[in-house]
């Protein structure tokens, strides 16, 4: 690994860091604020709108310029709807600025791996990049939720700091050569060859399987948040803050799960990681029995190990199919424009679950038999396309 992967990890740990704390913050706020409960799931519908509205653009912004300078200007875009939020703007509106940022900062964060690096390292980046992400999440949720617990403005305060050293490090991240630049700019091109390289990544054998696999792992995660902290606090009795612990176990869980994957998994063998998703499912579904919380949390430790044992093979995978047939910055943007249908769906989904008042035991069984059934769909098409 070189002095830029480093730079390019730091940036995106504090960035992560912030994004992670502010979720718990707005959902502090939102409570301040009395707002109905269902609408603490639709915060990270705000976020992935602009993930889905953006993903013709922000892709083509990544290959276009240098990708250290497209994640300083993401991340400023990030500090803005921190500083919305804590300057009154409604949390959900203000976390949709937030999602903005994210929404680009994603393309290149990803994209200057391949750029950077040799595809033989990538799984072992990409082991790196999660593990570091998911030590962000941990602390983020930790930090978001100690810290709302005593006023939300001030942990917003905190988490501007964490921006600002976020970009502080962008500043360092060198120029790579840009790759696979539009050979023109305006929107109805953009468009054009973005549903170009859409249609091209799902048709690639490799690439429709670590699309299906990751769309489904981050729709899913994004889903897990919140239905675990509504588990916890109608079984357990658990406050934001305590809830913030068990989604950290869960984040530990990914970054033990990512570094395993570095060890055994090599990228010619990525698919080969896919039993661990249906065994996840089953594990989510054993939380509706269990009423200890120290209980829950081996389940959700071992639910965060087998996630991230097979996501990063197949993250890792996506990203070397990506850069061969059509520039790292579009495959990324395309990876996100379906991972954030999916979140889009399942979350939407919860919330609805919610509104109904449907019993929580009944939500988590449901999403577990949904998250193993798919994984085994995927991993019957696998084994007979590729």
């Avoid at 509205?53 to 803005?80: C, E, H, Q, W």
């Avoid at 009795?237 to 998994?265: H, N, Q, T």
């Avoid at 990228?267 to 509706?288: Q, R």
């Avoid at 679950?353 to 798919?374: E, K």
Wanted: charged share 10%; net charge positive.
């Amino acid at each position: 690994m070189n002095r830029s992967f480093y730079l390019i990890l730091i940036a995106q740990f504090f960035s992560a860091l912030a994004d992670n704390a502010l979720l718990f913050a707005a959902i502090a706020l939102l409570k301040l604020l009395s707002a109905p409960e269902w609408h603490e799931p639709l915060l990270r519908e705000f976020f992935v709108v602009a993930y889905i509205l953006l993903a013709p653009f922000v892709g083509a912004l990544a290959d276009a310029y240098p990708k250290g300078r497209v994640m300083l200007l993401s991340n400023t875009i990030k500090l803005a709807g921190c500083m919305a939020m804590l300057l009154g703007m409604p949390p959900l509106y203000a976390y949709a600025i937030v999602g903005m940022g994210a929404a680009a900062y994603s393309p290149a964060k990803y994209g200057i791996l391949t750029e950077i690096l040799p595809s033989g390292l990538l799984v072992t980046a990409n082991s790196w990049m999660e593990g570091s992400t998911v030590v962000a999440i941990i602390l983020g949720f930790i930090a978001g939720g100690v810290l709302s617990s005593v006023d939300p403005f001030f942990a917003i305060k905190m988490i501007v700091g964490f921006y600002l050293i976020a970009a502080f490090f962008n500043l360092f991240i060198p120029h790579v050569p840009i790759d696979h630049k539009l050979p023109r700019r305006n929107p109805a091109f953009v468009l054009h060859d973005f549903w170009h390289v859409f249609k091209l990544l799902w048709k690639d054998a490799q690439g429709k399987v670590s699309l299906a696999v990751t769309t489904l792992f981050w729709g899913v995660g994004a889903t897990l948040q919140f239905v675990v902290i509504g588990w916890s606090n109608q079984v357990l009795d658990f406050s934001v803050k305590e809830s913030g612990y068990l989604m950290a176990v869960v984040a530990f869980g990914i970054a033990v799960g990512s570094l395993l994957a570095a060890r055994f998994i090599k990228l010619e063998h990525a698919v080969k990681s896919l039993p661990a998703g249906i065994l996840m499912g089953l594990l989510v579904v054993s939380i509706s029995f269990m009423g200890s919380w120290k209980i829950a949390s081996i389940a959700l430790f071992f639910i965060g190990a087998l996630g991230g044992f097979f996501v990063v093979p197949l993250n890792a995978l996506l990203q070397h199919r990506g850069h061969v047939l059509m520039g790292a910055g579009h495959s990324i943007a395309v990876q996100n424009f379906n991972e954030n249908i999916g979140i889009l769906i399942l979350l939407g989904c919860y919330a609805g679950m919610i509104r109904a008042a449907m019993n929580i035991d009944w939500i988590i069984v449901l999403f577990g038999l949904f998250i193993s059934s798919t994984m085994a769909l995927i991993y019957g098409y696998s084994r007979k396309r590729l």
